[in-house]
């Protein structure tokens, strides 16, 4: 097997004195991927490296490869998000659970699971928005919500507030204004991250929702929308409440630590 040049120079750089103790089992913890049943690569350096949590993708996969995957992943001594659960997963990682004496966490609405043998972490990197325009939208919010919450961040939510009664969103902004970043999901014609950013200091992610009908429904619509406001707003792809959740998250403990 070839040699990793990478683990070589940060080895030397310990040997050397110009790397610390603590510095270099950073750097090689977050080099290590771990082969699960000649199958997957898990990524079990990300956090570290990245600072974002690898999650397990349930869909297209079988009940038994997720349960192997997170087994193997929570050994290793690790808190493992599970997405887009079907009912056959959920019920495949609650047996697992209970068998192996692991703490499992379900997230009904977002089709999520957290696993683990550790507690969560500590409230610590800054404070996260989440809004959503109708109650449709919840799914792909609460999805944002886990991620940013297992990345440390408080989390502030405001549901169906949309524009179509206009008078629920500025309520709900009043009690949000000390996020650092706000994400905005919504369906149909997406008009509201537009709206928000238009009213607010921070940052907007704006996730389009696979809600709506007809023509550019599913979401296309709400997508076109987003990337055309004339409101200063970053925009994830649809139903991507993962990539919200952690990027509203590195944002907000950017914010915490200046």
Do not use: W
């Amino acid at each position: 097997m070839p040699s990793n040049h990478r683990v070589e120079e940060v080895l030397t750089g310990f040997k050397e004195g110009r790397v610390t103790l603590e510095d270099t089992v950073r750097e090689i913890s977050g080099l290590r991927i771990d082969m699960v049943a000649g199958m997957a690569n898990l990524d079990t350096g990300r956090k570290v490296r990245c600072g974002i949590p690898e999650v397990i993708l349930a869909e297209g996969k079988t009940p038994a490869q997720v349960t192997d995957i997170t087994e193997k992943a929570v050994k290793a001594g690790r808190r493992i998000i599970v997405s887009r659960l079907s009912p056959d997963h959920s019920a495949a990682l609650e047996t697992l659970s209970r068998d192996r004496n692991f703490q499992l966490e379900s997230y009904v609405q977002a089709a999520m699971a957290v696993i683990s043998t550790s507690p969560a972490p500590a409230a610590e990197g800054g404070i996260v928005a989440i809004i959503t325009a109708g109650t449709s939208d919840i799914r792909v919010a609460e999805e944002a919500r886990v991620i940013a919450r297992e990345m440390g961040c408080q989390v502030k939510t405001a549901y169906d507030v949309g524009a179509a009664g206009i008078h629920r969103l500025f309520p709900a902004l009043k009690e949000c204004l000390d996020a650092s970043v706000f994400i905005v999901a919504a369906g149909r014609e997406g008009t509201l991250p537009g709206v928000v950013a238009g009213l607010v200091d921070r940052p907007v992610i704006g996730v389009p929702v696979s809600t709506g009908y007809g023509y550019m429904g599913r979401g296309k619509a709400a997508l076109a929308s987003m990337l055309q406001s004339c409101s200063v707003i970053a925009v994830v792809n649809i139903d991507a409440g993962f990539v919200a959740g952690a990027f509203a998250a590195q944002i907000a403990t950017m914010a915490r630590k200046t």
